[in-house]
């Protein structure tokens, strides 16, 4: 019942269609931007860019270089840290068809930082001027109609892919079997926590610093209001030592 | 290309060099990812590490311009391996013939050169006949002056160490993609070789793609799935605007641009229709005259053929009017007036400022757009004093490409239709309504008022391109169709006056059929708009290789995959069962398959229907610098020799004498290339005003060594300043490890890149940067005329 993402960094050529098509299905405003030496533009997620294709690059030990793809996006976990951390009624709420995260108007009376700080992957983004927490919302309009999300849509290589949970998992099983022959290293990211499992061939953190969340992706309420005023993640971390 | 997009999931072995296709052709990569699926190998030489690099499975570096000495290394180590498929080789490329004993190489050049003229007089570049006029073969390969045994000492030079030496690619880099690629010399395996512009825009582009050929000729990879030489084209219609002759030196379809000696139309046909004696060849130009006078008849509806050839443009002997040559004339004030339609001049030709100061000459331009440009607003660029320039611009907003009806035709030869999308806007209009409506008043205007030379204007027909007085694009696409303009029986079948040709087999020389192209000659009949079809129906062997053959329509005659023939054996039988291309059924006494490539049975006719010898040429006469792709420096260099012969550089180059190029010259150290980014197009000057793809590039950049940045002192993502010969700019710094310093003749060589995305009207602040082009020089390809803007010589320094 419940939909999925399975993204496959492997076929990824970071063309920036999703992140460009996203903007455009929801008329988002572009940002000022600069060029800062990278080609990750802009720089981070925004209140106005809810899909970013994050760009690495490495040399390896043995002198070849790599240049890893992440198109970073909300993970719509399956239950997920900011919906309980939040305090307002009908502001963070989870569509019982298609498991969706919906962010309302309402996140506009949410503590930002409390919200933010809760994510394990750093997702929200809050618009400075009417307050709105802001994240991707897995195109919910669209999938009322029958059609793909628009970063969905988008993707010519095949690393966007969507459908029911069973179907991508298991896509995403043999997808993992297959990358792993020439890449052991390769991983799955947190695929039983969240709707958006992505495929790395490498350490996750070559990736992104969030890419894959480094504690429990639940914690109880009392645990997260324990932690009201440090991020979830510092928390975490000071718990792991 | 001679295959097409959805083939390349059926290769084996996908070379990409040339080409950084993940980025600038991204659908590609839809099927390229899908040939990995199936365990098909990428390979990837580009003087960076591109997103390209990223999916690839073998990734080597070379410097920009040195690729002959890279493909010289493989047809070396295809010969010396033995690695070539022999039947093919044999029987379907001129591998058996004897070259005339005339012909020789010496350190650097060929027979015929003349240092004077710059020139080369190819009468030695030729086959010995028999006593029947037929090329002499030996099939046994054993005669010295076989063209084999020519290829193979040619290229006896190009040992891993020299090619190493002079590319920067360590030798076992080369080694990984030699071997790699080589294998798909077996008889049921297919390589293909995928380029775009990192191929073409030196002063060997079209060597560079010869040499491409050759090597795909040797393994047995044209005509085959999967296979083929196929350049990845950079616009979306630019395959129509090369078939219609966009072009100065053809006429539509590639028939040569008349000369001022060809004083009539029979002695134009008798200097540009080879003849063969070899009942084998098929000889496709033999067909000359008879597209000839149909694209006359096509033109010019009244006249017969023979008074309308003079009303066609003809060049001077020799001269060229390439784009270079071009802007160089009309620096010299030779130009009254110019149409910059649909491109940006400013930013896109080689040496802008060049470019830029040239068009102040003009009485006037007519510039049609559908933004505000850096070409039709060149008069108030930077350094521009508009109270100086006379030029008088007229601005013609015009709509854009999903505004319009018409066709595209791809990379793949695919011609497809295309419906109207949203009306366009304000009093913008397509482009075929402004040509029609300018070329009838013109006409009025002759009509009424007479004028030099005006019989060519008065006998043509644009009331004939309309509706209502409207373009009508389904007029003109029957008009380049063809028609039948008398009752004529051909076969056993009548075809009545006013039809439509439903193949270019029956157009005829003596007037009686017209086809303003005759390879589209098909593609829109009687039974209606083939190019409008999507229809997914075909074989089980046809979907065995996605051969699509009733979705729209390609030319010639939609055939998919050409020079099949090749792909099968003198039996009929495919080389490749489990994807072949065309079969022999024996019952049926048919090809089956794809649309065989000329017609009789097997082993009937040989597969390279348009050469005159009908064989694959592995010595090809038919350039003017030569029948051997041969190495030479670009004409800007980091080195002073290199180490195949004493020849630095291609003798025959386009380039003006009295213009500077540096080499070796301190001043301007670095190597430097220009390219694109997906997020781009072009001049950028469409994707420039659309915000989310500026948000994403926004600015100018310089992509160089983390080695480099330190020899400089520069950070990555500060300002600095590029200069060369002619010219400078500013662009913010990249500092990556994807790009290495090259080890080239025992020197260190520095490489940076650029986007030639950017230009100075827009944004308006200026905050984007400038063309890339202000850098480049005005020296080309003397094939083609192509601007060499893949390497060139700069300085880099911090702003």
């Known amino acids: 019942m419940p939909k999925t993402f399975f993204i496959d960094t492997t076929r990824c050529t970071a063309c920036r269609g999703c992140q460009v098509a996203c903007k455009e299905w929801k008329n988002l405003p572009a940002v000022p931007t600069k060029q800062t030496g990278t080609h990750q533009n802009p720089p981070d997620l925004t209140h106005f860019n809810l899909k970013l294709v994050r760009f690495s690059e490495h040399v390896e030990k043995n002198g070849k270089v790599s240049w890893y793809f992440f198109p970073d996006q909300c993970r719509h976990c399956l239950e997920a840290p900011c919906k309980q951390a939040s305090s307002v009624e009908g502001a963070i709420i989870q569509d019982e068809a298609t498991g969706a995260v919906i962010y309302t108007e309402k996140t506009a009376q949410e503590d930002f930082e409390i919200i933010r700080g809760a994510c394990p992957y750093d997702i929200p983004r809050q618009n400075p001027e009417t307050k709105r927490i802001v994240k991707c919302d897995m195109c919910s309009d669209r999938l009322k109609e029958g059609l793909l999300p628009m970063c969905v849509k988008s993707c010519a290589m095949g690393a966007m892919n969507f459908g029911e949970r069973a179907e991508m998992l298991d896509l995403a099983r043999k997808r993992l079997a297959e990358v792993k022959k020439a890449k052991p290293k390769a991983q799955l990211l947190n695929p039983d926590d969240v709707a958006v499992i992505y495929l790395v061939e490498d350490d996750p953190k070559k990736y992104h610093e969030f890419a894959v969340a480094q504690g429990p992706a639940q914690l109880t309420r009392k645990e997260m209001l324990a932690g009201a005023f440090a991020p979830f993640r510092r928390m975490v971390q000071a718990m792991q030592g | ?799």
């Open chain 2, 1 to 799: 290309m001679t295959n097409h997009w959805t083939d390349l999931k059926h290769s084996d072995c996908v070379f990409l060099i040339g080409s950084n296709a993940a980025e600038n052709h991204p659908i590609s990569f839809k099927w390229i990812l899908r040939a990995r699926d199936k365990g098909a190998t990428i390979i990837h030489m580009d003087p960076r590490f591109t997103r390209t690099s990223a999916r690839a499975d073998i990734h080597a570096y070379l410097r920009s311009g040195s690729d002959i000495a890279v493909f010289g290394g493989l047809i070396s180590y295809i010969l010396e391996n033995k690695l070539f498929f022999k039947e093919y080789v044999v029987n379907y490329t001129n591998a058996a013939l004897v070259v005339n004993k005339d012909y020789k190489f010496t350190d650097g050049l060929f027979s015929g050169f003349d240092d004077t003229s710059k020139k080369y007089d190819k009468k030695s570049w030729t086959f010995d006949l028999d006593e029947n006029g037929v090329p002499v073969r030996d099939t046994t390969l054993k005669n010295p002056r076989c063209v084999i045994n020519l290829l193979r000492q040619h290229y006896s030079r190009y040992t891993l160490d020299k090619v190493s030496q002079i590319t920067g690619t360590p030798k076992e880099d080369l080694l990984k993609v030699y071997k790699a690629y080589a294998a798909t010399g077996k008889p049921d395996k297919s390589g293909t070789m995928l380029y775009a512009m990192g191929q073409t825009q030196h002063t060997v582009g079209v060597q560079n793609i010869r040499a491409m050929s050759m090597i795909q000729l040797l393994l047995g990879n044209v005509g085959v799935a999967g296979g083929g030489i196929n350049a990845l084209r950079g616009e979306s219609n630019v395959q129509g605007s090369t078939d219609h002759a966009l072009l100065f030196h053809i006429l539509p379809a590639y028939n040569p641009v008349p000369r001022a000696s060809h004083d009539s139309l029979a002695v134009y046909n008798e200097k540009n229709t080879p003849k063969s004696a070899d009942p084998k060849s098929v000889n496709w130009w033999q067909n000359r005259p008879k597209y000839m006078a149909s694209l006359l008849k096509a033109m010019f509806p009244a006249p017969e053929p023979a008074v309308s050839f003079n009303y066609l443009p003809k060049l001077d002997e020799g001269q060229n009017a390439s784009w270079l040559k071009l802007f160089d004339e009309m620096g010299k004030g030779k130009f009254k007036g110019f149409f910059a339609w649909g491109m940006n001049p400013a930013c896109s030709g080689a040496n802008s400022n060049k470019t830029r100061s040239a068009m102040t000459s003009l009485d006037w331009m007519v510039n049609v757009n559908i933004f505000e440009n850096e070409t039709g607003s060149f008069w108030k660029g930077p350094g521009m004093d508009p109270a100086k320039v006379k030029t008088e611009v007229f601005f013609l907003p015009c709509a854009v490409s999903i505004e319009k009806e018409g066709s595209v035709s791809n990379s793949g030869r695919l011609m497809q239709w295309r419906y109207a999308g949203p009306k366009p806007l304000g009093e913008t209009k397509p482009d075929g309504d402004i040509i029609a409506e300018l070329a009838i008043k013109v006409k009025a205007l002759y009509a009424r008022e007479g004028g030099k030379f005006a019989e060519p204007i008065l006998a043509s027909d644009p009331e004939g391109w309309t509706t209502n007085h409207v373009y009508d694009p389904h007029k003109v696409a029957k008009i380049i169709n063809g028609y039948f303009l008398k009752d004529v029986k051909i076969g056993d079948t009548e075809y009545k006056a006013g039809t439509l040709v439903p193949s270019f087999a029956m157009l005829q020389a003596d007037g009686s059929t017209s086809s303003g192209n005759w390879i589209y000659c098909g593609s829109y009949t009687e039974k209606g708009n083939m190019t409008a079809r999507r229809d997914k129906t075909q074989t089980p062997m046809q979907a065995a290789i996605d051969l699509y053959p009733n979705w729209a329509w390609a030319w010639p005659v939609n055939r998919r995959i050409i020079y099949n023939r090749a792909s099968v054996d003198p039996q009929g039988k495919p080389y490749a069962p489990q994807k072949a291309v065309i079969a022999w059924d024996a019952e049926k006494k048919a090809w089956v398959g794809d649309v065989v490539d000329g017609g009789g049975g097997p082993g009937e006719k040989h597969p390279f229907i348009m050469t005159s010898e009908g064989f694959g040429r592995l010595f090809g006469p038919g350039l003017v610098d030569g029948p051997f792709p041969e190495y030479y420096e670009p004409l800007e260099c980091p080195v002073g020799k290199h180490p195949f012969s004493k020849q630095l550089h291609n003798p025959t180059a386009l380039q003006f004498k009295e213009e500077y190029k540096a080499v070796c010259d301190p001043k301007f150290p670095f190597v430097c290339s220009t390219y694109r980014v997906t997020e781009h197009w072009q001049t950028g000057h469409m994707t420039r005003h659309s915000s989310w793809l500026l948000e994403a590039e926004p600015q100018m950049f310089c992509e160089m060594s983390p080695e480099l940045a330190k020899l400089r002192g520069i950070q990555n993502g500060e300002k600095v300043i590029l200069e060369s010969a002619r010219g400078s700019l500013w662009a913010m710094a990249i500092v990556t490890p994807r790009l290495k310093p090259f080890k080239v003749m025992g020197t260190t060589v520095h490489q940076v890149g650029i986007p030639w995305h950017f230009g100075w009207q827009f944004p308006e602040n200026g905050a984007g940067g400038d063309a890339a082009n202000l850098l480049t020089p005005s020296v080309g390809d003397p094939n083609t005329g192509i601007p060499e803007t893949k390497a060139f010589m700069v300085n880099v320094r911090k702003a």
